[in-house]
């Protein structure tokens, strides 16, 4: 096995919406409200839970997306530095969009329990070459956006 790589790019974690401030009053005013109905029935835990998610989403929001390298050989896909060799990858499908301006993605499915999903968008690389290079080595199968993805999309994260 040659340690070419066959096709070679980069892309952004996620798609960054520089949301208004409003964006930001909205969530903190659902956060206040859903924790102050928590702990009026007595669900401190929930309060706490509910402060955390809404800490957390409130900073995932602001932040930029990270710019990540994507390789793919005859070894398997690397990610930055860390590869994942084919006989670890379950399946693999090519996802297009009906808006043409988005660029396809690559949507794998992992045998690993940390990371079983990953969707990765194939910037200035041709989608059917790289379908073509992974049919050889990985099965296809059918892939649709989970619900998490929608919802992370709903939510313009």
């Known amino acids: 096995m040659s340690n070419n790589h066959v096709f070679e790019w980069e892309g952004k974690e996620h798609e960054f919406d520089n949301k208004p401030q409003e964006w930001y009053w909205a969530l903190g005013i659902i956060a206040a409200a859903s924790i102050t109905a928590s702990i009026m029935f ?3 835990l929930l309060a706490l839970v509910l402060l955390t998610a809404a800490f957390a989403i409130g ?4 932040k930029e997306p990270s710019v990540h390298s994507f390789k793919l050989s005859e070894k398997g896909l690397m990610i930055d530095h860390r590869i ?4 670890l990858i379950h399946s693999f499908s090519v996802l297009e969009y009906i808006d043409e301006t988005k660029a396809p ?3 794998i499915k992992t045998k690993s329990l940390l990371a079983p999903h990953f969707l990765i968008p194939l910037n200035d690389v041709d989608a059917d070459k790289v379908y073509a290079f992974l049919f050889a080595y990985i099965d296809e199968g059918e892939h649709e956006e989970t619900f998490i ?3 992370v999309d709903f939510l313009r994260l």
């Open 59 to 62: 900073l995932q929001a602001a």
């Open 84 to 87: 994942y060799p084919f006989d």
């Open 42 to 44: 007595d669900n401190y």
């Open 149 to 151: 993805d929608r919802f």
């Open 105 to 107: 993605s690559l949507s």
